[in-house]
């Protein structure tokens, strides 16, 4: 906790904020909405990336057990990634989590600069789970940090802000150190989430439970009404190639 205090500074605040605080906490998911390249301005809560995590979070919600699992955000210093600056924040919420409710196991969902900063605090010892969707990756991108975690990378094929083939190939280049990673391209997709939309929650919701279900920690799964999310995380990581759908 001192460590958290002191890394944010002179901005103050939580880099933590809990939106559902369960009786047990046995597990958490917590969102990390998207960015700029550079910033140094405070992030706003109805800044439009923000936004967007909140339907997204609420679906995950509904896959998870409300009496056991937390449900949080990560609160950013500044809207830029500048040196790394959101992955530093996702960290702190995390050492805070970890100090406040023990070494529960956390999944991560990050979107655009979020994906990428989910990627970057899946070195913390308590991630079990990361969901990229339309994250931004760099052609160096690090995926050591992934080896014992699970990865699913959701990309809309028709992105004009984040690359879907540098998804792939960061899926790609993570298999091939070990790690157990899953790429899922959207057709029609793009950044903002907003075709398809429905279909984007509902995968955010079914893979959440999938990187969760070995904790015990969801309800027995239930097939999709239009059955087209069922199994995406499995497939997606057993699939020789991106899953498309």
């Known amino acids: 906790m001192a460590a958290t205090a002191q890394h944010r500074g002179d901005t103050g605040g939580s880099p933590l904020r809990v ?42 919600a509904s896959a998870v057990s409300p009496e056991e699992v937390l449900l949080g955000e990560v609160r950013y210093r500044h809207r830029g990634w500048n040196e790394g600056d959101p992955a530093q924040d996702a960290l702190a919420a995390l050492d805070e989590l970890t100090g406040a409710y023990g070494a529960v196991p956390v999944v991560l969902i990050g979107h655009s600069m979020g994906g990428r900063a989910a990627l ?56 091939a150190r070990g790690v157990c990673a899953g790429a899922v ?30 904790e015990d920690l969801v309800p027995p799964a239930r097939a999709p009404e239009d059955g087209r999310t069922a199994g995406l995380a499995a497939r997606s990581l057993t699939s020789p190639d991106a899953v498309i759908v």
């Open 19 to 60: 939106r559902h605080l369960p009786p047990r906490v046995r597990a958490a998911v917590l969102t990390l909405h998207g960015g700029q390249e550079e910033s140094r301005a405070r992030p706003r809560h109805w800044h439009p990336a923000a936004l967007r995590m909140r339907p997204v979070l609420r679906s995950a």
């Open 185 to 214: 391209l959207v057709r029609g997709g793009d950044h903002a989430m907003l075709r398809r939309a429905g279909f984007w929650h509902r995968s955010a919701a079914e893979i959440t439970a999938d990187l969760l279900r070995d």
């Open 120 to 175: 970057t605090a899946s070195r913390h010892p308590q991630v079990r789970g990361v969901l990229a969707l339309a994250p931004w990756v760099v052609e160096d991108e690090p995926v050591d940090q992934l080896r014992g975690r699970r990865l699913v990378v959701v990309h809309g094929d028709r992105d004009r802000v984040t690359s879907p083939a540098a998804s792939v190939a960061y899926v790609r280049r993570a298999r």
